[in-house]
């Protein structure tokens, strides 16, 4: 069980590996070398340096160890892993960054070692920001997620390990969720609490960042301040004037568990703390504020803080402007930063919300894209892509249930869960509310009722037609309107046809519902190849005043287009494909009866359809296919107090109807009164009052809003003129310094002219010497060659003399070889002659026998010496084989006696083992049995003794001794083959003690007859 629980523990342990294999579309630079540096969860791992050229080859694997479950909150979190290249001149050591690559760990494989699973090939990645935007520089790149199987021994015993002393280059921040801090260092030595914090509070001269073609006053256009404080990603106060920044001082907080000596030691080896501009996606600028500032201080964090503040400047990126010489200081860009450090105390106060991983920030900081926390008390700070927030599309934009828009209709949407955005959303929501409400045309207030003064009107009607006229005088909607309700559920996604899962957003927009802001689901969801996913927050509700016949005009005319979107979190979201929702089939579906809240009886009809989302850009192509629900509600014509007639029914004032009263003639008698003192013409005189009286309430309020509009068009115009005035300090800069460059290089070119010249006459110069030097050259040429030519005619004539003498010489030499020739054919025939007459004598015969008989001789002496040695050879051979017999045959006795004497031995100590354990009752019951054996032993010996050794009756004793002596050996044997005893029972001692007897009993020649078998 417990090896069980140790193979499980050991297959949580994970391993992402990020293999960097090599580079492509780098430039080729000297003295310069190349890294990767990757983050991942505060831990930074960098490659080895190589050679800064096209291809530069990394071939390099980093590794991060974590459990399963922290990897699943990770995912939840959306952390990513992020690589950074850098460029380092091996002169100076000066790096300068390249680009960066955010890697999604969702999308990670887990490979295991068991299984046939072929890994993900590697892809490439490219540069983001890059330096070289020219060039489009990328890395080979792939991730796994594998098992970290170690060797650890089976079973051992834990004892207390000495205090030791932690290791400065392997410290580690590890989160602990459930106290809300981070550990650094041993939990046991290390366990005082300190607050680290970063607080962004100003900046200025933010203008000279920006290019030459951004207009600063474009509306839509955020700035933000980015920066990453111990592996959580923070965002400020989105702004949108650079000329006079308006943002909240920020501060973000972290609680470290640990020492302060470990504490500053890790702080000495943290990298500069980058604080980038970003707009958008784009970083505009970074300033670089120093964290082992803090560990260098001499103060004691028990007694006050340690603090690195002040006005850091803001560098740009070198790609996103060109090469200009440095500018003058009170025109560099700055913002102010202060980075605190401090031990908290037994009761401390939070200084902002804190999430679960262990950060606080104060009101205005604002995580940006990021996910919710797992602490559902506090929205949480989540790590979000680097340097790309969401923009301003993509937030979910809807006016309150209660409003109405001013066409009439009113949209609902659903409530979206706490967590799924953060209070900054919530606050740009309403911002883009009010905003809305400042363009639409205001009307002004009316009065609830006419003075309370005025008694009853001759014709009330006509004073509620006055009244509204005044009210509302640009939206009239018909009395024979219906008030409608439009519901629609986007319930879900399937059959995905794309060749990468998808990060699923859908999105629609109709403007006849009285609002034109899309509609948006959220957050987003994955979807896969075939697979079927459900979308959340999908369903939203609008209600709206319209004529059935428009209403059906509409329906039959507009289809309602459902937008599919992907959401990449490293680039820009991506359409994939529209689906266009036919309104018309939902005015044919079946109608069905219901009651509302006051017992009015309504209409309602619903329809649910599976259609297909076609490819963006007019193609028929098949993406996916969408089911939706949608229902229309007929809650019959529009009551007078239901109509948003004007901005009074938003405010909560509507207009109020009075009953038509019919006033009868006052008097007994009938008599006609004066026409000024009767109720009519007082009513009509009050009627008019009135009317005047809210003309002139009229009056005063767009006087008011002129005024304001004037003063609003005044700030706006002052607020342009400082920031042409600010553009144009900026171009004469810009301009003044590349004048001075245009000077220098004039003056570069002149210089490089009057250079050219000198260059040219000197040129000429060297030409006219050339010129010389070849004339006279050819000269020599002429003159050797003719005297050559001499020369070779003269020793033509002396070879061919040569020649004429040597054929003569040769003529003369093939007539001596002739005569040679015939003078060895006559001696060689003399010789033959002769050597025939010396074959004939006999004493040539005799010579050749001798010389026969010497050859044999000496071939039958060479036998003789070599069967001489064989004999010696074989005779030796025969004398080591029979020492090899002797020994074996004295080794064979010698182990046969030992064995004999070790089983003498064995059954001895078997025999007295077996009589000293028997009980007292077993001896007891058998000594009848052992007298009758003693008895007939006894017998035997008897008869032994009066029996002569060859007599048949003492072999007939031998024999029967031996048989029984067999038959003894043959039971206990058999007794032990069945399994059922062993040597410590009863009747397998009884046995080995009658083997024993027996044994003793037999003569000496039955023993050794017995025992030689053995041998």
């Not at 990126?317 to 860009?333: E, F, G, N, W």
């Not at 957050?523 to 059906?552: I, M, N, W």
Request: net charge negative; with cysteine; charged share 30%.
């Amino acid at each position: 069980m417990l090896a069980n629980l140790a193979m499980a523990s050991k297959s949580d342990h994970l391993l992402i590996v990020v293999s960097i294999l090599e580079g492509r579309h780098f430039p080729k630079i000297q003295r310069h070398t190349v890294i990767v540096q990757a983050k991942f969860d505060g831990e930074q791992l960098s490659t080895d340096p190589v050679d800064h050229k096209e291809q530069p080859q990394f071939c390099t694997e980093l590794a991060w160890e974590l459990d399963r479950r922290t990897l699943h909150q990770h995912r939840l979190q959306r952390t990513p892993i992020k690589l950074q290249c850098f460029s380092v001149d091996t002169t100076t050591n000066q790096r300068e960054c390249v680009g960066y690559i955010i890697l999604d760990l969702r999308s990670i494989q887990e490979i295991k070692q068991t299984s046939n699973v072929i890994s993900q090939p590697p892809r490439w990645f490219p540069l983001l920001s890059s330096k070289y935007t020219k060039l489009k520089p990328a890395i080979l790149l792939s991730m796994v997620l594998e098992n970290d199987e170690k060797q650890s021994p089976e079973s051992f015993k834990a004892r207390k390990a000495p205090p030791r002393q932690v290791p400065v280059g392997k410290l580690q921040l590890v989160l602990n969720e459930e106290e809300g801090f981070h550990q650094l260092g041993p939990a046991d030595s290390c366990s005082e609490l300190f607050v680290l914090s970063v607080t962004v509070a100003c900046a200025s001269k933010l203008e000279q960042l920006i290019g030459r073609t951004t207009e600063l006053s474009r509306e839509g256009v955020d700035f933000f301040f980015y920066y990453t404080l111990l592996g959580n990603d923070i965002t400020s106060e989105p702004f949108q004037n650079v000329m006079s920044p308006s943002f909240e001082p920020e501060r973000a907080s972290v609680r470290i568990r640990s020492s302060e000596k470990i504490l500053r030691a890790y702080l000495s080896q943290q990298p500069s703390l980058e604080i980038h501009l970003c707009c958008g996606s784009h970083s505009l600028g970074s300033a670089e504020v120093s964290l082992s500032s803090l560990a260098l201080t001499s103060v004691s964090l028990s007694t006050q803080p340690a603090t690195v503040e002040g006005a850091f400047v803001l560098q740009s990126p070198a790609q996103a402007r060109p090469r200009l010489p440095s500018v003058p200081t009170d025109l560099q860009p700055t913002v102010g930063v202060s980075v605190t450090l401090r031990k908290e105390t037994a009761n401390p106060q939070a200084a902002g919300r804190e999430s679960g991983d262990g950060l606080r920030t104060g009101k205005d900081a604002v995580p940006r894209d990021g996910p919710p926390s797992p602490a559902p008390a506090a929205p949480s700070t989540a790590p979000a892509p680097a340097l790309a927030p969401p923009t301003d599309e993509q937030r979910l934009r809807s006016p309150s249930p209660g409003q109405s828009t001013p066409g009439g209709g009113r949209r609902s949407v659903s409530p979206i869960k706490g967590g799924a955005h953060t209070e900054s959303d919530a606050e740009s929501l309403q911002e883009e509310e009010e905003e809305e409400e400042e363009k639409r045309p205001t009307l002004p207030e009316p009065k609830r009722s006419p003075p309370a003064a005025a008694p009853a009107k001759k014709n009330p009607e006509a004073e509620l037609v006055s009244s509204v006229s005044v009210s509302a005088p640009k939206v009239s909607i018909p009395a024979s309107a219906h008030h409608y309700c439009f519901s629609m559920d986007l319930r879900s996604i399937r059959d995905l046809n794309t060749g990468f899962p998808v990060n699923c957003t859908l999105r629609y927009a109709y403007q006849f519902f009285g609002s034109a802001a899309p509609i948006m689901t959220s957050p987003p969801v994955e979807v896969k190849r075939g697979t079927e996913v459900f979308l959340p927050q999908s369903y939203c509700a609008f209600d709206f005043a319209a004529l059935p016949h428009q209403l059906q005009d509409t329906f039959l005319r507009v289809p309602l287009v459902v937008e599919m979107w992907h959401r990449d979190s490293s680039a820009r979201d991506v359409l994939l494909g529209t689906a266009s929702v036919q309104l018309s089939h939902l005015l044919t579906a079946e109608k069905s009866r219901f009651l509302g809240p006051s017992g009015q009886q309504h209409w309602r009809q619903s329809y649910t359809e599976r259609l297909p989302v076609l490819k963006a850009h007019g193609s028929s192509e098949k993406v996916a296919e969408l089911s939706y629900f949608t229902t229309l509600e007929d809650l019959g014509l529009v009551r007078t107090q239901d109509i948003a007639i004007s901005e009074s029914s938003q405010s909560g004032h509507p207009v109020q109807p009075r009953a038509a009263a019919v006033v009868p003639p006052s008097g007994p008698s009938g008599a006609v009164a004066e026409p000024r003192e009767t109720l009519e013409y007082r009513a009509a005189m009050e009627l008019e009052m009135w009317k005047e009286m809210q003309e002139d309430l009229f009056d005063d309020q767009m006087k008011k809003k002129e005024l304001n509009h004037m003063q609003a068009l005044a700030e706006e115009w002052r607020k342009r003129d400082r920031e042409r005035e600010a553009l144009v300090k900026k171009k004469e800069l810009e301009y003044n310094l590349l004048e001075e460059q245009l000077q220098k290089t004039l003056a570069e070119l002149e210089k490089r002219e009057k250079n050219l010249a000198h260059a040219e006459l000197e040129t000429q110069r060297l030409q006219r010497e050339l010129r010389a030097e070849h004339e006279f050259s050819v000269r020599e040429l002429q003159d050797s060659g003719r005297r050559l030519r001499e020369d070779c005619t003269h020793q033509v004539e002396l070879e061919r003399a040569k020649v004429r003498q040597l054929e003569e010489e040769n003529t003369r030499l093939q007539q001596q070889l002739l005569d040679a020739d015939s003078k060895y054919k006559l001696l060689e025939k003399e010789f033959q002659l002769f050597r025939e007459q010396q074959h004939t004598r006999p004493e040539v015969r005799l010579q050749s026998e001798i010389n026969l008989l010497r050859l044999e001789k000496v071939e039958l002496e060479r036998k003789l010496e070599t069967s001489t040695k064989s004999k010696l050879h074989y005779k030796q051979q025969w004398g080591r084989a029979l020492k090899e017999l002797a020994r074996f045959k004295q080794r064979e006795q010698e182990n046969a006696m030992s064995r004999l004497k070790k089983q003498q031995q064995e059954l001895e100590h078997m025999r007295l083992r077996y009589l000293a354990a028997e009980e007292k009752e077993a001896v007891k019951t058998e000594k009848s049995e052992l007298e009758d054996i003693r008895n007939q032993l006894n017998k035997l010996k008897q008869q032994e003794v009066k029996q002569p050794w060859g007599d048949p009756v003492g072999g007939s004793a031998g024999e029967s001794v031996d048989d029984h002596l067999s038959r003894l050996l043959e039971e206990r044997d058999t007794l032990l083959r069945t399994g059922v005893y062993t040597h410590e029972d009863r009747i397998i001692s009884e046995l080995n003690r009658q083997i024993q007897e027996a044994m003793a009993q037999r003569p000496p020649s039955t023993t050794d007859r017995t025992h030689r078998p053995a041998h």
